[in-house]
C-alpha cells in the first residue's frame, strides 16, 4: 500500500513538471513605452528603494500619437485641421 501511494505521488510530481511555468512569469514594467523596454544607464532609473524615476525620454510616441489622432479620411471639412 506504501508503494502505491509512493508511486501515484512521483507519477503526479513528474506529471506536474509538464505543465508550462511561463504563466508564472513576471509582468514586463507598464510604464515603459513599446520602445523603452528595459531601463538602462542612459535613462537613470535605479531601483525604486532609491526613489530614482526613469529619465526616458521617448521621441517616437509622440509622434505615433499625432499620427493615430488624424481622421481616416481627407475631406474639405477637416483639411485645415488635418495641416494643423
Not at 25 to 52: I, K, N, S, V, W
Amino acid at each position: 500500500m506504501k508503494r502505491r501511494i509512493l508511486s501515484i505521488i512521483t507519477a503526479l510530481a513528474l506529471y506536474l513538471s509538464l505543465c508550462p511555468t511561463w504563466a508564472l512569469a513576471a509582468e514586463a514594467d507598464p510604464t515603459l513605452c513599446p520602445h523603452h523596454r528595459e531601463h538602462t544607464e542612459d535613462c537613470g532609473y535605479t531601483a525604486p528603494a532609491e526613489g530614482q524615476p526613469c529619465g526616458f525620454v521617448c521621441r517616437i510616441c509622440p509622434i505615433e500619437d499625432l499620427i493615430a489622432a488624424l481622421p481616416g479620411k481627407v475631406t474639405e471639412d477637416n483639411a485645415d485641421e488635418v495641416r494643423a
